[in-house]
């Protein structure tokens, strides 16, 4: 093997934030949408880009969206998202998860265990998703609205709304 060719293999499997994981004892890799976690659209077909195909957008929207609700909560460090939003979404994200560790009931919080409840697709136009999902967290149910958009060969989130 080249050593352009281990560099390049080293930039394409550092994550910040392991939204792919790596199991002993032959369990796949990526898992499956939870039982609990109810698909309304029909999948759309997979897009491919240069290298090979993007991860589906519907399990990919499941495990980013309570990972973007922890860095708003204080609970994650706002680093972990680079690779996965926007420079301008994550400063935002950094800044709410800051005032939400100064606000007198988040210093006593514990950090809370998010289950995704639903996720809502659509492809508004090739390369584009559009989507939502439902993140049940303790006693409370936050809903989140993601666009994301195919940039440099994954998907990167251009748009996030918390509700």
Known sequence: MSVTSLATTAQTTEDPLPLEWEIPGGLP???????????????????TVEGGRLPAPAPWVA????????????????????????RDIRETLARRGAAALRHPAGKARAPQCRRVRSVRVTSPAPGIVEASAVVIGGERARAIALRLEVVRGRWLATAVELG
């Not at 898992?31 to 759309?44: G, Y």
């Open 63 to 86: 495990r980013l969206a309570p990972a973007i609700l922890e860095v708003a909560a204080g609970e994650r460090p706002p680093g972990q998202l680079t690779r996965w939003v926007t």
């Open 29 to 47: 890799a990526i898992p499956p949408p939870a039982r609990h976690l109810r698909l309304v659209a029909p999948p759309p077909e997979p897009l």
